[in-house]
């Protein structure tokens, strides 16, 4: 991890893609947008669709929250990724985003607030 004027910047890595500093407590879906990666967000991060989803390979986000694991239970999905409008980054994380505009033809959706 980096510092930056006494900031933490922890790296954000996605395999055979990139990998960026961002601020540290920077809300994963918007790292990914900022720097690049066309990660779904189309309910603009009100954890309802599902589709801001990323399978963390390396780093922790802290144990899934309520509001992920009742988003996973309403789309019949297992709970082993997180929800990328959910979470923040605090340390170094290998993530893959699991929808994206490009393998999808979607649009991204809304900007999920900070
Ligand atoms: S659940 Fe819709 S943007 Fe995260």
């Not at 669709?49 to 922790?60: A, H, K, L, P, Y």
């Not at 789309?75 to 993530?95: A, F, I, M, N, P």
Request: with cysteine; aromatic share 2%; hydrophobic share 30%.
């Amino acid at each position: 991890m980096d510092t930056k004027g006494g900031i933490k910047l922890p790296k954000v890595t996605i395999p055979n893609v990139d990998s960026f500093d961002v601020e540290e407590g920077t809300k994963l879906v918007l790292a990914l947008e900022d720097n690049g990666v066309d990660v779904l967000h189309r309910c603009g991060g009100k954890a309802k669709c599902t589709t801001c989803r990323v399978e963390v390979i390396e780093g922790n986000f802290g144990p899934l929250t309520d509001i992920e694991k009742d988003a996973f239970k309403r789309k019949g999905l297992d709970d082993s990724s997180r929800l990328s409008c959910q979470v923040r980054v605090h340390e170094d994380v290998t993530v893959l985003p699991l929808k994206t505009a490009s393998s999808t033809g979607l649009d991204p959706g809304p900007r999920p607030e900070k």
